[in-house]
């Protein structure tokens, strides 16, 4: 049974750093997208950044435009993880972030934004920026 497991949400005041850590079990993702999505209160759900694998240890990395220049998404193909480092946040960053992965490697561009793209979702955790 494939479950992802997210880590490190909290609290911080707005220019603060959070990272967030997912970790799969279940399955290996190496060769296969994984990402972050978000749900802010009252909001839809909404693509934050995603990776797909390139060969060897090279990931393709994609970002939503509100988040580029300040979050990185990295992958650690041994450990079977993903993380989100989050810098300079702000309160429109507060949102629950939810770990994804995909059983299909041939994402592209078009498709990573979708949330019909990923298979396995995580349960969330709460990030909360405060102003």
């Known amino acids: 049974q494939v479950q992802l497991v997210e880590s490190g949400g909290g609290l911080v005041q707005t220019g603060g750093s959070l990272r967030l850590s997912c970790a799969a079990s279940g399955r290996s993702f190496r060769d296969y997208p994984m990402g972050w999505f978000r749900q802010a209160p009252g909001k839809e759900r909404e693509f934050v950044a995603t990776?797909?694998?390139?060969?060897?240890?090279?990931?393709?990395?994609w970002y939503t435009n509100s988040v580029k220049g300040r979050f990185t998404i990295s992958r650690d193909a041994a450990e079977n993880t993903v993380s989100l480092q989050m810098n300079n946040l702000k309160p429109d960053d507060t949102a629950v972030y939810y770990c994804?992965?995909?059983?299909?490697?041939?994402?592209?561009?078009?498709?990573?934004?979708?949330?019909?793209?990923?298979?396995?979702w995580g349960q969330g955790t709460q990030v909360t920026v405060s102003s």
């Open positions: 994804v992965a995909s059983s299909t490697r041939g994402l592209i561009l078009s498709s990573a934004s979708n949330s019909g793209s990923y298979d396995y």
């Open positions: 990776t797909r694998w390139i060969g060897g240890a090279a990931y393709q990395k």
